[in-house]
C-alpha cells in the first residue's frame, strides 16, 4: 500500500466532521495548497454547507488554474452550482474552465451538453460539446448515449441515434437502459 492510498484510507475511516476540521486545521499552516482547498470543500459540501463548498472550490481553483487538477476541481463546482445551487449559468461557465484546463476530460463535455439541452434549450451547442467529447473520448458509452437520446428526442433522427446507442451498447454490454433505447426504436418501426 502507497503512502497515498493509506492517507485516503484514513480519511474514510473518519467523519466528515472530523475531515471538515483535519482540513480546516492543514489550512491554517498550508494556506496557498489548492489541493487542502478542494478537499475541504467536498467536505463542507458532504455537511452541507454549501455556500461554504463554494468558496473553497473557488479559492483552489484560484491557486490553481491549469491542470488535470483543476480540470476537476472546475467541474465539481459545475456540479455543485447546477445541482445545489441551481445557477446554471455559472455551472455552465465552470463546466467550460474545466475544459479549458484539461482538453482530454470526458466528463465535462458530457454534462455541459446536458445542461445546455435541459437549462438552456441548445440543441445545436449541445450536439456539439456531446460530439466534440466522443472525438477526444471516443469509447465513452456516456456521451453516445446521451447524443442518441438527443438524437431522438430534440432532432427527430432515430437513424443517428440508434448508430450511437450500438456504439454505447458495444462499449457498456450491461446497460439496461441502451437495451430498453434501442428496443423502443424497434417498436417505433
Request: proline content about 4%.
Amino acid at each position: 500500500m502507497t503512502t497515498d492510498d493509506k492517507i485516503y484510507k484514513d480519511l474514510e475511516a473518519m467523519s466528515p466532521e472530523e475531515r471538515y476540521s483535519l482540513f480546516t486545521h492543514f489550512l491554517k499552516d498550508h494556506p496557498g495548497d489548492a489541493w487542502g482547498w478542494a478537499r475541504l470543500g467536498y467536505e463542507a459540501e458532504d455537511l452541507g454547507r454549501i455556500e461554504d463548498a463554494k468558496r473553497y472550490l473557488e479559492r483552489s481553483i484560484f491557486l490553481e488554474r491549469r491542470s488535470e487538477f483543476a480540470a476537476s476541481v472546475y467541474f465539481n463546482l459545475a456540479l455543485l452550482l447546477a445541482e445545489k445551487l441551481k445557477d446554471p449559468i455559472n455551472a455552465r461557465l465552470n463546466y467550460l474552465n474545466a475544459l479549458c484546463a484539461n482538453p482530454d476530460y470526458d466528463r465535462p463535455y458530457n454534462n455541459l451538453g446536458l445542461l445546455l439541452q435541459n437549462a438552456f434549450d441548445e440543441i445545436e451547442l449541445a450536439k456539439h460539446y456531446f460530439n466534440e467529447g466522443i472525438s477526444r473520448c471516443p469509447k465513452d458509452a456516456t456521451l453516445h448515449n446521451n447524443l442518441g437520446y438527443l438524437y431522438v428526442e430534440y432532432l427527430n433522427d432515430e437513424g443517428r441515434a440508434a448508430i450511437h446507442w450500438k456504439i454505447a451498447l458495444e462499449l457498456d454490454p450491461e446497460n439496461e437502459d441502451l437495451l430498453f433505447n434501442l428496443d423502443s426504436l424497434k417498436e417505433s418501426e
